[in-house]
Nanobody, 114 residues
Framework: QVQLVESGGGLVQAGGSLRLSCAAS????????MGWYRQAPGKQRELVAH???????YYADAVKGRFTISRDNAVNTVYLQMNSLKPEDTGVYYC????????WGQGTQVTVSS
């Protein structure tokens, strides 16, 4: 198991950018999946993107072409670069590590104003 700490959220205008970071307390080298989820008020938590330990990636249709996920195993951190942000991207963004275990971070708030 690892503890995950997200950072980088904030308030940004539509069209702006943010980069989220997810720092793990231990090695992520062998963790099969690292990903980002988000939850908007009154809605279910949804998968935004994930990256495998092979570095293959998946993106939800709503963020394709705008978000980029990456992982740096040397510093045990996963990133989510978010460009061309829209008000509908607003929510709490959670980092998740899964495979052998299933660990979640506490979340970081992203608010996109119109």
């Amino acid at each position: 198991q690892v503890q995950l700490v997200e950072s980088g959220g904030g308030l940004v205008q539509a069209g702006g950018s943010l980069r989220l970071s997810c720092a793990a307390s231990g090695s992520i080298f062998n963790i099969a999946f690292m990903g980002w989820y988000r939850q908007a008020p009154g809605k279910q938590r949804e998968l935004v993107a994930h990256i495998r330990n092979t570095f293959s990636t998946y993106y939800a249709d709503a963020v394709k072409g705008r978000f980029t996920i990456s992982r740096d195993n040397a510093v045990n951190t996963v990133y989510l670069q978010m460009n061309s942000l829209k008000p509908e991207d607003t929510g709490v963004y959670y980092c998740r590590a899964w495979g052998t275990y299933n660990d979640w971070g506490q979340g970081t708030q992203v608010t996109v104003s119109s």
